[in-house]
């Protein structure tokens, strides 16, 4: 389970998207999940498979904060224990648990821990600008055709902005193109920052890699903020799913989201084509492709997928 991507918190869905008595079915590297909120409206999760007959638990429905399955109807609470066996009250219940998974509400989004038991050992970090009450969070999806850590290398790249984003985001560097860039990484327990300077003088705006799976870019704005929050979690080996957040601190009013949420996925729909064609569609290991000094921010998160993530995987416990 979770291959190459074990024993992390990650960014699922929006907040929005899983409602009341409803059941998602979302796949993480590779692993299938049904998600469902409890009586407390808050988030649970366990593997995509019940303990009777495999039958997909995402199909089924919640019975008072529980999941039911869709096809002998037993039920589970949010650790996954088995609370009822239709036609069976002697049933030896506690051996009929179906496999929980960590899972959190925050900043706007379902959160999940790629590793099993309902308990975690950590919990999920944002940058403060998530959290902060009087900063408005709105967020989209969007599915790409590749694997997470090309996405995840996109977000973390300044110097395509030029090229790829010429009429957008990267427009003001434009006529910079034939300068020398350098990139300055700063290490932080949950990451690293990245700032870039031009002709030796550091640049307005900075980017955040969070570890396992996200990027905050600060668009600078005297007195306020906008922070675009992008997380890349893996479906499969080859689909991705955005998660595109945008947390401001001005234009809070509900109706003004539209806007937030379209120029994230006109920005998103830019990179799209040109990072699905990217090959192959998993990153190689640094030497396989040839690399420049301004590949700095990537190729450090090369080298941490390459050391941390790769090969991970959680181990079913025996039947
Ligand atoms: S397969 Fe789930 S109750 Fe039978
Ligand atoms: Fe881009």
């Given at each position: 389970m979770f291959r190459d991507f074990a024993n992390v918190w990650t960014p699922v869905?929006?907040?929005?998207?899983?409602?009341?008595?409803?059941?998602?079915?979302?796949?993480?590297?590779?692993?299938?999940?049904?998600?469902?909120?409890?009586t407390h409206g808050t988030p649970a999760a366990v593997l995509d498979r019940c303990p009777h007959r495999g039958a997909a638990l995402?199909?089924?429905?919640?019975?008072?904060?529980?999941?039911?399955?869709?096809?002998?109807g037993w039920r589970f609470d949010r650790?996954?224990?088995?609370v009822q066996v239709p036609w069976n009250p002697d049933a030896k219940r506690?051996?009929?648990?179906?496999?929980?998974?960590?899972?959190?509400?925050?900043?706007g989004q379902i959160w999940i821990r790629t590793s099993l038991g309902p308990e975690a050992p950590d919990a999920p970090t944002v940058h403060e600008s998530l959290l902060d009450p009087k900063t408005r969070l709105t967020g989209i999806e969007t599915i790409w055709h590749t694997h997470w850590t090309r996405a995840m290398e996109n977000m973390l790249d300044w110097p395509h902005l030029a090229f790829v984003h010429r009429g957008s985001i990267g427009k003001d560097?434009?006529?910079?193109?034939?300068?020398?860039?350098?990139?300055l990484i700063e290490e932080h327990e949950w990451g690293?920052?990245?700032?870039?300077?031009?002709?030796?003088?550091?640049?307005?705006?900075?980017?955040?890699?969070?570890?396992?799976?996200?990027?905050?870019?600060?668009?600078?704005m005297r007195g306020r903020h906008l922070t675009l929050a992008v997380a890349c979690v893996p479906l499969d080996e080859h689909r991705t799913r955005l998660l595109l957040m945008a947390?401001?601190?001005?234009?809070?009013?509900?109706?003004?989201?539209?806007?937030?949420?379209?120029?994230?996925?006109?920005?998103?729909?830019?990179?799209?084509?040109?990072?699905?064609?990217s090959d192959p569609p998993q990153i190689p290991a640094a030497s396989?492709?040839?690399?420049?000094?301004?590949?700095?921010?990537?190729?450090?998160?090369?080298?941490?997928?390459?050391?941390?993530?790769h090969g991970s995987l959680c181990r079913l416990p025996p039947a």
């Amino acid at each position: 389970m979770f291959r190459d991507f074990a024993n992390v918190w990650t960014p699922v869905a929006l907040t929005a998207q899983l409602r009341a008595n409803d059941v998602m079915r979302i796949r993480v590297a590779g692993t299938a999940l049904a998600v469902f909120r409890d009586t407390h409206g808050t988030p649970a999760a366990v593997l995509d498979r019940c303990p009777h007959r495999g039958a997909a638990l995402s199909l089924g429905s919640v019975r008072d904060g529980c999941l039911q399955c869709p096809y002998h109807g037993w039920r589970f609470d949010r650790n996954g224990q088995c609370v009822q066996v239709p036609w069976n009250p002697d049933a030896k219940r506690a051996a009929l648990h179906a496999l929980a998974i960590p899972a959190r509400e925050l900043s706007g989004q379902i959160w999940i821990r790629t590793s099993l038991g309902p308990e975690a050992p950590d919990a999920p970090t944002v940058h403060e600008s998530l959290l902060d009450p009087k900063t408005r969070l709105t967020g989209i999806e969007t599915i790409w055709h590749t694997h997470w850590t090309r996405a995840m290398e996109n977000m973390l790249d300044w110097p395509h902005l030029a090229f790829v984003h010429r009429g957008s985001i990267g427009k003001d560097l434009v006529p910079f193109s034939a300068e020398r860039m350098d990139t300055l990484i700063e290490e932080h327990e949950w990451g690293w920052r990245v700032r870039t300077a031009l002709r030796g003088a550091v640049r307005p705006g900075m980017l955040d890699f969070r570890r396992p799976n996200q990027m905050n870019l600060h668009i600078p704005m005297r007195g306020r903020h906008l922070t675009l929050a992008v997380a890349c979690v893996p479906l499969d080996e080859h689909r991705t799913r955005l998660l595109l957040m945008a947390a401001r601190s001005f234009a809070r009013a509900a109706i003004f989201d539209w806007f937030f949420n379209r120029t994230n996925r006109r920005i998103a729909d830019e990179d799209r084509n040109i990072v699905e064609s990217s090959d192959p569609p998993q990153i190689p290991a640094a030497s396989a492709e040839r690399s420049v000094r301004t590949d700095k921010a990537t190729l450090r998160f090369r080298s941490y997928y390459f050391s941390e993530l790769h090969g991970s995987l959680c181990r079913l416990p025996p039947a």
